[in-house]
């Protein structure tokens, strides 16, 4: 048997396989670090302007920006609208006079001229009853009044919508479910990009679920937070006009801004959105009282007092005859549980801060600017803000300002109404620290003090 080396079939040479150059290797690594980082940077580019477009707003776009303005105080007092106080009404009346002139004036003439003891009371008395006999009032007068509330009221709804918000939660097996609380809020304002809508909710309520809106034409769409404002319970909610259909961008218009300087007791209003305790209601009432330089939170204003009676969840806006939005349901201000609102013209300012999403620098007092009289009560002859009380946590308590503190400057600023605090505060970024000068009583004299007090976000 021949040995087993000599088999050829069991030979077998291993050959080492000839390496690459170095330089190769090199070369064909930078060559294709550069091919992947020119195609990347391709896809990049060109990616992104393609995204952009689609997805990015234009410049016109990022720079538009809401604006209400402001409102000048006005001894006037609101009135009807055009429809209502046009020549129409008068023309009636006109003519009932001259009915009255031809035919009954000359009874009551008469009635002077047979008894000469006639008085000027008897022929007036005579003259209001001619012309209560000459126009009496019935249903249709009724009805007529009423259908045209509901004009009104059809055309403003076109200004509210539905808020929706979707909650998820677990129950005690563990199962998740969702549930859908109901709210509303009211269009403010509209740009090429944006829907603006005013809504009475916090921003925790807001933020713990996902939220959409559903406009007067049923059409739902998904909505997002602009901003809020935490002293007034009010937030802005935004929803992206390019996902509508054209049915209703139609639909929508956005409300108009009163002016409640102008408003007077006497006046009708309409209440809207959840006056009567569920979202959708609708209630009438006239305002009963209108309450000048009242004081708020870092701010004064007016105050519109209703004949509506409060009810558990009452909240909403007030509106004139004229459809206009003159304010807003505030519950920290109602008396004898009648329904009271904030006038919109002292909040035209927070508002279009909301709108524009920015926040407003926040104190946390409530004032009264220094008259006359009130200096002379106090025994100082400085201008300035006298602090009426500090909210409970806010910049002014935790820096230490009190009661009974006059603020006369900020940052070098002077102050000297509460309406110089609000315009200071508005143009002021929060988040930051300033220097307030303050009086403060030490036995029969004052004392002035600086407080470095950190803003926060209202």
Not at 1 to 7: G, T
Request: aromatic share 6%.
């Amino acid at each position: 048997m021949e040995p087993a080396d000599n088999k050829p079939y069991i030979r077998e040479t291993i050959e080492e396989k000839p390496r690459r150059p170095f330089w190769k290797k090199l070369l064909t690594t930078v060559f294709l670090a550069v091919t992947f980082g020119l195609i990347a940077s391709c896809v990049f580019v060109f990616g992104q302007k393609l995204l952009t477009r689609f997805t990015a707003p234009t410049e016109t776009e990022a720079m538009e920006s809401v604006i209400f303005p402001p409102d000048q105080p006005s001894t006037q007092p609101d009135t009807l609208p055009p429809e209502e106080s046009s020549a129409e009404p008068s023309g009636e009346i006109a003519s009932e006079s001259e009915e009255y002139s031809s035919s009954d004036a000359s009874e009551a003439t008469q009635v002077g001229a047979d008894d000469p003891s006639a008085d000027e009371a008897a022929v007036l008395e005579a003259l209001v009853e001619s012309l209560i006999e000459a126009r009496q009032a019935d249903l249709g007068d009724a009805a007529q009044l009423f259908r045209a509330a509901s004009s009104l009221v059809s055309e403003t709804n076109r200004s509210f919508v539905t808020v929706s918000i979707t909650r998820r939660e677990t129950d005690a097996f563990g199962v998740e479910y969702a549930y859908e609380e109901l709210g509303f809020g009211v269009i403010v304002a509209t740009t090429s990009r944006e829907i603006l809508i005013l809504t009475p909710y916090a921003e925790s309520a807001l933020t713990d679920g996902s939220v959409s809106v559903r406009f007067s034409n049923r059409e739902s769409a998904g909505a997002y937070m602009k901003s809020t404002d935490k002293t007034s319970g009010l937030a802005m909610l935004a929803v992206q006009s390019r996902g509508l259909s054209s049915a209703a961008k139609q639909i929508i218009q956005p409300i108009t801004l009163g002016n409640s300087f102008i408003c007077a007791a006497g006046q009708p209003v309409i209440a809207m959105g959840a006056p009567a305790g569920a979202s959708g209601s609708l209630r009438y009432g006239i305002l009963t009282y209108v309450q000048d330089d009242v004081s708020m939170i870092d701010n004064i204003g007016r105050v519109l007092h209703t004949d509506m009676i409060a009810v558990p969840g009452s909240c909403g806006f007030l509106i004139n005859l004229s459809g206009a939005l003159i304010g807003w349901f505030d519950e920290s201000l109602a008396e004898n549980g009648f329904i009271t609102a904030t006038g919109v013209s002292d909040m035209k300012n927070y508002l279009q801060n909301l709108s524009n999403g920015l926040s407003t620098a926040y104190l946390g007092i409530m004032g009264q600017t220094l008259t006359a009289s009130l200096k002379e009560q106090l025994g100082t002859g400085e201008n300035g803000v006298y602090i009426l009380s500090c909210t409970d946590d806010g910049p002014a308590m935790l820096a230490g300002l009190m009661n009974g503190d006059i603020i006369t400057q900020i940052s070098g600023e002077p102050v000297g109404s509460m309406l110089a605090l609000r315009t200071l505060l508005l143009d002021m970024n929060t988040e930051q620290t300033v220097k307030i000068s303050v009086m403060r009583r030490s036995g029969s004299t004052y004392l002035p003090l600086e407080f470095d007090v950190h803003l926060e976000r209202r």
